[in-house]
């Protein structure tokens, strides 16, 4: 049964069932994926609505009510086709031939207000023909944990995909890595696309250009649109993604963030940031941090992240190369640290305060500052908000003032970088007009939120809910985050 035969859809009273669905993707035909059926839940609790994503889909909070929320995304009544998406990947370095949607579906495909197609996608909505062993379902600190970096991750200007909404659904979950039984839930992930590299992987394997023609003419018609007329189209996109995955990389570095499970199924062919697993926020400036504890070798470790992104690009050529010429590819492929070395200068001269700066000051500063957290271990989103927090004109009088009133105290083997930063930064500020003064205080205080998701302050809230059902102290961090607190 197709979307339009649905019984009632357009008459529904629940507002999500009226949005402007389009069936991008189902139209494509079923040799991408999987019609399934989602699972009936014992139970429907909804702890978390992401209003702030309403207005986007031409939604008003206000009128929207919970039950909406339950019954489409909890209950899934009146949607239909539900598309398990097919997909391979390459996962720790092995091609893995088993993957697909084994816990979620496509649950369908909103034009929004801003024009741009979304795909809601769930996580934790039963088995399908990829669930392989797995019992097809989210635990609910899982959902929790993908809520948060979403979130997070947005707001400190990472391009990511968001949650939408998440209901427990009152299920014993088994797991090896949380307190067992453990609790349930679904999840509705709002994304740019639920398109991999690993889609294009697997269509590589089974020898279909035809297939792999087809689908990047949809990538490029819906999420690379400005290209589709040109000539040189498959190039250029590919070229696009180049960029895209190289800035979004520099923007993980730069926000202190460890993805951890950057497999070629966890890589979005629309650059976007998705899939909150084992990820963490780096407490201290470490390369070598490693953030799931089942990365033995530190392969997806926080310094590896730009490496590990470059290698996915490249080894997205093989299935393109029915389309795109070899040389081309490698060409766009050269540029990867270009692009990334520029957003992470970028970004990271903002964290410190300036728009811009002039070449050898930024480049200077910028590798003054990374061997300083390095070295000192002192904490990476303390150090940048303590620069917020304390930041005054007194620091163009002496050295000796910058940062004085903050908590940061420098390790003793630290002390001769941090002495040095301090002079190089008092010289920077002078040599610039003093009407900067308020505009640094400004950027300052936009790029470094007092709220950082360190692994401390996620369990801090997941302590109440496993415990008492208190479910405060996360709407106060989520608060927090959203507000830039
Ligand atoms: N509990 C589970 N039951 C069934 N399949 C699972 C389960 N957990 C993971 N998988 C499958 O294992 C593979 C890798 O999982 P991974 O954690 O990267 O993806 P995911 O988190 O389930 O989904 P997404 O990438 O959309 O966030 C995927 O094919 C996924 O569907
Ligand atoms: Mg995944």
Redesign the pocket.
């Known amino acids: 049964m197709t979307l339009a035969e649905t019984p009632n859809y357009k008459n529904s009273s629940n507002p999500f069932l009226s949005l402007n669905y389009e069936s991008a993707l189902e139209s494509l035909g079923d040799d991408y994926y999987d019609e399934v059926a989602a699972e009936e839940f014992p139970q429907h609790i909804l702890r978390w609505r992401n209003d702030t994503l309403l207005p986007r889909l031409g939604l008003d909070p206000q009128v929207v009510k919970d039950e909406d929320f339950i019954t489409a995304f909890g209950k899934f009544q009146g949607r239909k086709p539900l598309l398990a998406l097919r997909y391979h990947g390459y996962q720790f370095g092995e091609y893995n031939r088993q993957?697909?949607?084994?816990?979620?579906f496509l649950y369908g495909q909103v034009r929004a207000t801003d024009g741009e197609l979304y795909d809601f996608?769930t996580?934790g909505s039963g088995r399908t023909p990829?669930?392989?062993g797995?019992?097809?379902?989210l635990t609910l600190k899982g959902g929790v944990r993908e809520v948060l970096a979403a979130e997070a991750l947005h707001h400190l200007g990472v391009r990511t995909s968001r949650c939408l909404s998440m209901i427990e659904t009152g299920l014993p979950l088994w797991r090896g890595d949380e307190p067992s039984p453990t609790r349930s839930c679904v999840m509705i992930r709002m994304s740019s696309s639920h398109i991999r590299f690993g889609t294009f992987e697997r269509l590589h394997f089974f020898q279909r250009p035809d297939l792999t023609k087809k689908l990047l003419d949809h990538v490029i018609e819906q999420y690379y649109r400005h290209l589709s007329a040109e000539q040189n189209k498959y190039a250029l996109f590919y070229a696009e993604l180049v960029k895209r995955v190289a800035e979004l990389v520099a923007q993980w570095m730069a926000a202190g963030f460890c993805h951890a499970?950057l497999?070629t199924?966890?890589m979005s062919i629309t650059g976007e940031s998705?899939?909150y697993?084992p990820y963490a926020f780096i407490p201290t400036y470490n390369p070598s941090f490693i953030a799931a504890y089942f990365d033995y070798y530190g392969r997806y470790c926080y310094g590896n992240q730009p490496s590990i992104c470059q290698l996915n690009l490249q080894m997205l050529q093989e299935p393109l190369k029915a389309i795109i010429e070899k040389e081309e590819m490698e060409a766009a492929l050269a540029m990867f640290d270009e692009y990334y070395q520029a957003e992470y200068s970028s970004l990271m001269l903002k964290k410190l305060g300036f728009e811009d700066l002039p070449h050898p000051e930024a480049g200077e500063l910028l590798n003054l500052t990374v061997e300083f957290l390095k070295d000192s271990q002192v904490g990476y989103h303390q150090f940048f908000y303590e620069m917020a927090r304390t930041f005054s004109s007194k620091w163009r009088d002496e050295p000796g003032f910058v940062l004085n009133n903050s908590d940061i105290v420098p390790a003793p083997g630290a002390s001769g970088v941090f002495d040095d930063w301090c002079i190089l930064y008092h010289q920077i500020l002078n040599d610039l007009e003093s009407n900067r003064i308020d505009i640094i205080a400004q950027t300052l205080a936009v790029h470094n939120p007092k709220t950082a998701l360190l692994r401390p302050v996620i369990e801090s809230i997941w302590e109440p809910i496993a415990q008492e059902d208190n479910w405060q102290p996360f709407y106060d961090l989520i608060n927090a985050i959203q507000s830039r607190g």
Request: charged share 30%; proline share 0%.
């Open positions: 993957l697909g949607d084994g816990r979620g996608g996580k990829y669930s392989r797995g019992d097809g379902m499970v497999n199924d966890n998705f899939d697993g």
